[in-house]
């Protein structure tokens, strides 16, 4: 086999490559370094990421910095930022033992003492990444081990006498919302992970992994709306929007909001690494017609999941932008704004608006740039596999 090719779909639109380049230096710089920056390095070797939003720590935000670490090549802030994490986040007895804190204080301390799997999947992957591309360290920054054993914590934690529950439903293989809860949040389902860790994980959790990694293909295609593409932030094994009441919230979770957003882009993401459909692909041509073309003028608010719209706007419009535009990459290349074929020329016109659109400033920017600047690495060909 050769190198695998990864699409620039930027340049696809008419962006030249060296646009291309310095446009993601100056989102690199934004997001890490610039006066709105989500990332702050704290004493000689650590730092998080923040949540300006909500003025915490999360292992959501902990764990998408290092992926883009990783994948761009800074080793020095993936280390500050993974040290910082397990420093204060990961939980060494009780319950949640070998678990991460899903959200601390930015001085360290802890929150809560639940984990959320989104966190844990992706520090897995971003360590994994790390040993291919560095090299495996000492201590923590033995980085394939750390990430191998937070795998076998998800799915083995509870037996043979260990404390808590798995983050993946045995039986069924799905990713759980939290563990102990029998219900799943499709946008934690990123079958491109689970395809590779059923390479790099211990030998006997691998086929586990793999069978996940189908599992979450078709799994995505029933829960995305058959006509709209959308799905529920919270939702049924089934697929269908998850309606029934929480005991830690009063909040709706049955819509097309917040969470929600990053199920196209994984699909996007998952294509482009892996080239499998299930039938999850369409789910992205309907989306990008829902919200680019039926709702043109006004696209970035709240939606029941059939695409009926509502009067209120989102809280996060940068972020159905960028993972909308990131979601091209489940529609066959090359994009044209001037293509005949309607599903290529809308999939351009997400991916020229999102070109168009500056990251978000203030408080609500922490979410919205991260999948900002995820799309901007996927959509330019730099979002890949390290092995």
């Known amino acids: 086999m ?11 639109i008419g962006k030249s490559e060296e646009e291309v380049e310095k446009r993601l230096k100056e989102v690199v710089d934004t997001f890490f370094y610039g006066d709105d920056k989500v990332y702050f390095p704290v004493e000689d070797d650590m730092a998080y990421i923040e949540d300006t939003g909500n003025h915490d720590a999360r292992t959501e935000g902990m764990s998408y910095g290092m992926m883009m670490c990783v994948q761009l090549n800074m080793k020095e802030e993936f280390d500050r930022i993974w040290k910082w994490a397990k420093t204060n986040m990961y939980m060494t007895d009780g319950y949640n033992e070998g678990y991460f804190a899903w959200s601390c204080a930015v001085t360290g301390k802890k929150n809560a003492n639940g984990p959320a799997p989104d966190g844990e999947e992706f520090f897995a992957m971003a360590l994994f990444f790390a040993s291919h591309r560095w090299g495996d360290g000492e201590g923590i920054f033995e980085y394939s ?8 914590a998800c799915i083995h934690k509870g037996e043979n006498g260990r404390p808590g529950q798995p983050m993946w439903n045995r039986e069924n293989k799905q990713i759980l919302f939290v563990p102990g809860v029998n219900f799943t949040d499709p946008s934690y389902h990123l079958p491109h992970f689970y395809e590779l860790f059923a390479k790099w994980a211990y030998e006997e959790d ?21 006509e709209s593409g959308m799905n529920s932030e919270y939702a049924e094994f089934d697929g269908s929007p998850m309606n029934r009441e929480l005991t830690w919230t ?6 097309f909001y917040s969470d929600a957003y990053r199920t196209a882009a994984n699909i996007g993401l998952d294509y482009e690494w892996c ?3 299930e039938g999850q692909l369409k789910a992205v041509e309907r989306l990008q017609y829902t919200l680019g073309v039926v709702n043109r003028n006004n696209p970035y608010r709240v939606y029941e999941v059939d695409g009926t719209p509502l009067s209120i706007p989102a809280l996060h419009p940068l972020a159905i932008l960028s993972t909308t535009a990131q979601a091209s990459l489940a529609v066959e290349g090359p994009i044209s704004l001037n293509s005949s074929d309607e599903t290529k020329a809308v999939a351009a016109e997400w991916v020229a608006k999102f070109w168009n659109e500056p990251m978000r400033t203030g408080d609500r920017r922490y979410y919205d740039n991260c999948l900002y600047l995820f799309s901007f690495l996927a959509l330019s060909g730099n979002y890949r596999i390290y092995e």
């Open 275 to 277: 080239g499998k459909d």
């Open 2 to 12: 050769g190198k695998k090719q990864y699409r620039n779909v930027f340049t696809e």
């Open 206 to 226: 691998r086929e586990f992994w793999a069978e996940a990694a189908k599992v979450s293909r078709a799994y995505l295609k029933t829960a995305c709306h058959p």
């Open 145 to 152: 081990k750390e990430a191998k054993d937070i795998l076998r």
């Open 250 to 255: 009063s909040d709706r979770h049955n819509w």
